[in-house]
């Protein structure tokens, strides 16, 4: 019987996968044992290069929100490229009165040496942001309606 070698892209998702499901305000530190320091970040609403900067944007994120979650439904590799499909429970003070919020999405890494050098949260904003404010929400529901989804 064949012994094949062990994936280490396997075991960097792993540690990620890891670190998000249990990610809190006051564990923020965890991250920096899995991004590389020249990590680039992407959202539909941002664009964050190096650690330094990314980890102030989750030190502001998680100060100001009440609670955020990732459930991981489902995970791929193909090489040094990564595929996650989630859904985040997120709840924050200025969002629907503070109730909790659920977005689905999907995050691709790129990985090199045992650290992400890439990543890019795929998710639709109006359904996290938008469609929870006051008056822009229902505006927002209502031209999704009208365009059928």
């Excluded at 998710?123 to 006051?134: N, S, T, V």
Aim: hydrophobic residues 35%.
């Amino acid at each position: 019987m064949m012994q094949t070698a062990a994936n280490p892209q396997h075991d960097t998702l792993e540690r990620f996968i890891s670190i998000y499901t249990s990610l809190s305000k006051d564990n923020l530190s965890t991250l920096n044992t899995i991004y590389s320091q020249d990590v680039v970040f992407e959202d539909p609403a941002h664009r964050i290069e190096g650690y330094d900067n990314l980890s102030r944007y989750f030190e502001v994120m998680y100060t100001n929100v009440n609670d955020c979650r990732f459930d991981i439904h489902e995970q791929a590799i193909n090489g040094d490229v990564a595929f996650i499909s989630w859904t985040m429970s997120l709840s924050h003070p200025k969002l629907s009165g503070g109730a909790e919020r659920e977005v689905n999405g999907c995050t691709r890494l790129v990985l090199k040496e045992g650290r992400v050098v890439l990543h890019r949260d795929y998710f639709d904003l109006g359904e996290m942001l938008y469609e929870a404010l006051p008056v822009l929400g229902s505006a927002v529901k209502m031209i999704k309606k009208r365009l059928g989804q």
